[in-house]
């Protein structure tokens, strides 16, 4: 059994951001928290908090939260001027206080960047990446009679690559820890996703360009290749795929005639 | 017919590849001009017919001299516009920041150390090109001092040489990013050819920066 | 044909075709109405919720051309539930060469259910999971492969053929954004309106018809009304009523428990799978449970010291002071004994006081033998991710010590009640998915649950819709209509009687309190004092939540705690049906225990006599006991036997 097994906390100050909509001005509220169980994740500590607050009639932190293991991609903190909190590989959700020190002071923010702006406190407006996805980010396959699904093999390495970069959750840590607020990682792993399977070769030239161009009209920043993104992506999605987009858009635009 | 030169232009990665495009054309420059520059070492007559060689270009040397320019002002039009919108993306700054390990002292400071190199160019155009000792080095009639002279005795001062550090310095530190990012923004990364890039690319910043360096200081000692 | 003493329900008509099981569905399809493509477009179909079920209908329903809208509770489709599940997919590919055809997987789905499903709309799953696959593939979900570059396949929660397709451990992802990515391409081509941050609060009728509904926008707090010719409700499962379980947070009944306040009944909800390998209760202010993959018991051990309230650390446990009893119990199925054998297993240990850990609820689940026989690379490479999760929930490194397991609740079987179209007793209000009771019966194998979601709404609904649309003639209904006026008076007046509380507590801790009682006494086994005495506790706390509710802010505006009001309200009023549902059904069958009909060797004793029937409880009004309508099922082709993994 591990040392801090037994029903050990810890006090942390709390400087939580508040603000009530994009437009509003926000401020730091100071909470101190005691006696944190070192067990529960990030998210129950805010828990704590909030059932606190609404305990004494004030308005709970708002935060966007729901599976709480690490997949659906709601959870949104920037945690000590880190996208999820420090830990690599790691959704806000699965973040667990036993990695934070007694005594330390934490600061929790929102995800900053113009395209996803503040719907309140430490819940942000994410459609931007729906909007890029609904241009061009699918194979138009309609529910019908595709052939069967062994008809084309698609060799194992190139399934668990494509794999690789379909395991983003969307969650935009990649947008909230980029210097320029870019959202290339997320737009480059659906890119190659689709580009390293036959069923995304169709439509793959008209894709990268429908969703580069989204992507550049919902004013997320350039990528000037600082590769925060990357360490900051709860699945570790690598640069790679920032590279494939790259490639393919110039492909799509430059060298194809049409 | 050519809408879809500005559209390229104009979108996020097509302003990323025009500036790896264009960087990378002037480290080409670079390495030439370091060559050229290393001939001061074999003896003064090379560096001499080096110099000779160019002048005798002719027109062509102003034909060179503007593509140039044009490598120049692409690479810092693109950049500036990329750095303003970038800056346009997020206008509510984090309170607290800690990077996580992706971003470099070379990354973070590109605009800087770029703004830098601009400034030490413009110097260094006054020192060589405009005032300085090689015009009328080779009008007729004129005698004295060859083109290693010239060099030696335009670098000899401690501002000069103070200037000339700070300007390679940050040429270097420039680079050091540079060259990998290029490459990935051309989208050419490959799992066994990128950690070669990356470690060349530092490589060769490090030897243009050592090999331009050098060269104020042989003429302090000299 | 089994002989019962249910009497059949005038009120459920199943429409579930006779005939030759495998031509059932096909007759079905021909016989039901079709809409011109010309005309799809004059048809509004209101989708509410949009995992699984609910994405791939509102695609699939908006290629064929009708006018969908999809509600989202979430931001963005993209992150419901559906999107956890781990393990994969069935389907009845037979690309093992083992021996799976059609009738296998729709025989061991009837069998897995313990007999509580229906015939027919078993084999239609069976049948069109085959076209799943191929869907999915088409649409670009990188399910694994092997070396030849042709799907792998793996046997899944003790399985005797190996039909579950899997992407890593993140299938249910990887399928809900093929699903979601071709509702974006109908979003695009302007077919389909996706409203995120949307909340049902009521469907709305005309004429008995659903014909819309009542809807929070959770943004903004306004209420919305929104008219259709045909609502289906695609809103998960409910197994948050036992607030502790492997649901997301938003997960709720809202939706289903409101349309049956609306006259859809509501079938079987007792039945509720519990998962048996969770990461254990660690503490007080635990939100939520992780489910670790069931594919883990195929390489661990489950065990627990041979001594009552040993504390010592497992590795000093010498090998004959354990008790692997699941392989002690059940020797020809061992660790991969299903779901419900296992979960109970492992309390049974725990409340005769073997449990480990600090809490003494959990069991080990080991992997040192698996590691020690095929090295821990290849358990790493198996189970790496798991492992990892674990070690960031826990802290503990799984490939040193054993992991500690308990189950937790994970789905339900339960739903509103529909007949073979998915249609429920609200004619035009369709129920698919998870929200629904169809296909389980009283337990859901694993690897089933992702497979019916999709079978529903890409091959199912898609025809069945056609009969209600071009079946009834329907008169155009507009949001101004007086059954909407109605409807949003009711909506704003319970909000209001929810703000107007104005107590101490949050709604959140009425709900754990909730869970609590649900959990020990509706829970892995059930007896007739504890369901009494539960239906006695949530009363009470029903009471306190109405009295001491505290919800702090505007109903007019972004409130997450009256969300959680209006959803904890739900629960503790659907407890109740739950727990009498619990109480009626006087047998054991799949995941529902009843500790007095019990094998002497304490395994689950079925009543085919008196309880081969799906119960759908009808809702008579505010305090008003529901009445029970039986929907009687016959088993022609699976015979009906007791369950035995010995």
Known sequence: MSANEHDETIDLTLKVWRQRSGGAPGQFETHEMKGVSVHSSFLEMMDVLNATLVRAGKEPVVFDHDCREGICGSCSMVINGQAHGAEPETATCQLHMRKFRSGETVFVEPWRADSFPVIRDLMVDRSAFDRVMSAGGYVSANTGSPPDANATPISREDSDQAMDAAACIGCGACVAACPNSSAMLFVGAKVSHLARLPQGQPERERRVVAMVQAMDSEGFGNCTNHYECSKACPKGIGVDVIAQLNRDYIKATVVRSN | ?222 | MNDTKTTASPRLDSKAPGGPIAERWDKHRFDLKLVAPANRRRFKVLVVGTGLAGASASASLAELGYDVTALCIHGSPRRAHSIAAQGGINAAKNYQNDGDSVYRLFYDTVKGGDFRARESNVHRLAQVSVNIIDQCVAQGVPFARDYGGMLDNRSFGGAQVSRTFYARGQTGQQLLLGAYSAMMRQVQAGRLRVMPERELLDVVKVDGIARGAMVRNLRTGELERFAADAVLLCTGGYGNVFYLSTNAKKSNVTASWRATKRGAFFANPCFTQIHPTCIPVSGDYQSKLTLMSESLRNDGRVWVPKAAGDKRPANQIPEDERDYYLERRYPSFGNLVPRDVASRAAKERCDAGFGVGPTGVAVYLDFLDAIARHGRATIEAKYGNLFQMYERITGDDPYTKPMRIYPAVHYTMGGLWVDYNLETTVPGLFALGEANFSDHGANRLGASALMQGLADGYFVIPYTIAGHLAGRSLQPVSTSHEAFDAAEADVRASVDRLMGIRGSRPADSFHRELGKVMWDQVGMSRTKAGLEDALVRIRGIREAFWGDLMIPGDARDLNMELETAGRVADFLEFAELFANDALTREESCGGHFREEHQTAEGEAKRDDENFCHASAWEYNGANKPFTEHREPLEFEYVHLTQRSYK
């Open chain 2, 1 to 222: 017919m050519f809408t879809w030169i500005g559209q390229f232009l104009s979108s996020s990665i097509g302003k990323k590849t025009t500036m790896a495009l264009t960087g990378l054309l002037l480290v080409g420059f670079l390495i030439a001009h370091l060559a050229g520059n290393l001939l001061l070492y074999k003896d003064p007559e090379a560096f001499e017919a080096y110099a000779r060689k160019l002048h005798d270009l002719g027109p062509f040397l102003y034909v060179l001299e503007l593509g140039l320019l044009a490598l120049f002002v692409g690479h810092i039009a693109f950049a500036v516009r990329t750095i303003v919108e970038n800056r346009k993306a997020r206008h509510s700054k984090y309170a607290v920041q800690a990077d996580r390990g992706g971003k470099t002292l070379a990354s973070a400071t590109m605009p800087l150390t770029g703004t830098i190199v601009l400034l030490f160019l413009f110097w260094h155009l006054i020192d060589f090109r405009f005032d300085g000792g090689f015009k009328g080095l080779f009008a007729d009639g004129a005698s004295g001092a060859g083109a290693a002279d010239v060099v030696w005795n335009t670098l000899g001062g401690t501002a000069h040489m103070a200037v000339y550090l700070l300007g390679i310095a940050a040429l270097t530190l420039h680079l050091s990013h540079a060259i990998q990012s290029a490459f990935q923004t051309l989208g050419l990364r490959h799992p066994k050819w990128t950690p070669l890039i990356e470690r060349g690319g530092v490589a060769l910043a490090v030897l243009l920066g050592l090999g331009f360096a050098s060269i104020p200081f042989a003429a302090a000692i000299r």
